[in-house]
């Protein structure tokens, strides 16, 4: 189970109310990494995951909906717009009836008091132009659930809508569903979005990944969906909560490709593992030296020991001085906080993960 904030327009927002469908913006004319970001931010979805949708021009946060069943892609006319197909989908119920809205200056607040610390901003983001999917964590989601009641004094919560979603019996790959669009070809039946291989190019004699965010995008979606032995590879077993491109400094730029946190006591984490990675870049002492940084002041902010922190490069290769650094951290301190682990794809987009020892 996870929250999200998913952006939509009043328009939009007036059919998904009628029907039971969100949509993320799209017409079929986004680049490919573009439109690549929509299907990995979609993807990040899973069945019962609870949801907010920000109306962003009227600036209020409607709420409480779930997840009903898996994402899929469908670029028929069901939003009736002849400017967007709002393609990237998923059903959702309403779990609470809040009749009252949030303001979004409410929002504003928590961020500046980093009570909502996974987003920076509504209106200004390094990749605003198809970011209408945003995850938080399960802590700052209950923290948006208190706001609603907190407007909803007396409402009946139980008043919740009820709506019914036609069964889609289709699936198709993700790249698949590139392919398609990329040769004018429109999806106009809903199919639910497979994600077991990625796309490639031929790079230095080898495959690599096409584009980064699909290779943390695939990772993301192995971890929550516990798809093609990634937990196990990368030995991210019994996490309790895992986010993609998630804020961690308030006061500088740096966010974490990923970030999965490890849960016994219910009000806090005792251990984090921050991923990075790279498609291509052979990784330097540099890297390891700035994600070591990161780590330290996170830990700080987080009142925690740098020992319950861990950090894991996954890129396509490490330079040898790079590995030798962390052996003799190993061996000089004891001290072992970055995993190292390569990946590479064969030319059908089958993604395997190796361990470097230290």
């Not at 990749?127 to 964590?137: C, D, K, V, W």
């Not at 970030?259 to 593992?273: A, E, G």
């Not at 390569?342 to 230290?358: A, C, D, L, P, T």
Request: with cysteine.
């Amino acid at each position: 189970m996870a929250y999200h904030i998913c952006f939509s327009n009043p328009a939009a927002w007036e059919e998904s109310y009628d029907s039971g469908v969100y949509g993320n913006v799209g017409t079929g004319n986004d680049n490919l990494k573009v439109f690549w970001g929509k299907l990995v931010d979609l993807l990040a979805l899973k069945k019962n995951d609870y949801v907010y949708f920000y109306i962003k021009q009227e600036s209020y946060l409607s709420g409480l909906y779930r997840v009903k069943d898996r994402p899929y892609y469908c670029d028929n006319d069901l939003f009736n717009d002849p400017n967007e197909f709002y393609p990237f989908r998923f059903n959702f119920e309403e779990v609470l009836h809040f009749e009252n809205k949030v303001p979004i200056n409410e929002l504003a607040r928590l961020i500046e008091t980093d009570r909502l610390s996974s987003i920076s901003t509504f209106e200004r983001d390094r990749n605003a132009g198809f970011r209408g999917i945003r995850q938080i964590t399960n802590e700052e989601g209950e923290t948006i659930k208190s706001l609603f009641y907190k407007y909803n004094p007396k409402g009946d919560t139980n008043r919740v809508k009820i709506f019914n979603h036609p069964q889609i019996n289709q699936e198709l790959e993700a790249s698949a569903i590139v392919e398609s669009i990329s040769n004018g070809r429109r999806i106009r039946t809903p199919k639910y979005i497979k994600f077991n291989n990625i796309p490639v190019i031929r790079f230095g004699g080898r495959y690599i990944v096409s584009y980064e965010n699909i290779l943390q995008g695939y990772i993301y979606y192995c971890i929550r969906h516990n798809k093609n032995g990634v937990i196990d590879d990368l030995k991210l077993n019994n996490f309790t909560q895992a986010l993609m491109e998630v804020r961690i400094l308030k006061a500088q730029q740096f966010r974490a490709d990923l970030l999965v946190l490890y849960q016994i006591d219910k009000n806090r984490p005792h251990f984090f593992s921050l991923i990075e990675t790279k498609k291509k870049t052979e990784i330097t002492i540099s890297h390891l030296s700035q994600l070591i940084g990161y780590m330290k002041t996170y830990a700080s902010a987080k009142d925690v020991s740098f020992n319950s922190l861990e950090g894991i490069y996954i890129s396509i290769d490490f330079e040898d001085e790079t590995i030798e650094y962390l052996q003799n951290r190993k061996n000089v301190e004891n001290e072992n906080p970055i995993r190292l682990i390569r990946y590479s794809v064969n030319e059908r987009g089958k993604v395997s993960f190796e361990e470097i020892q230290i």
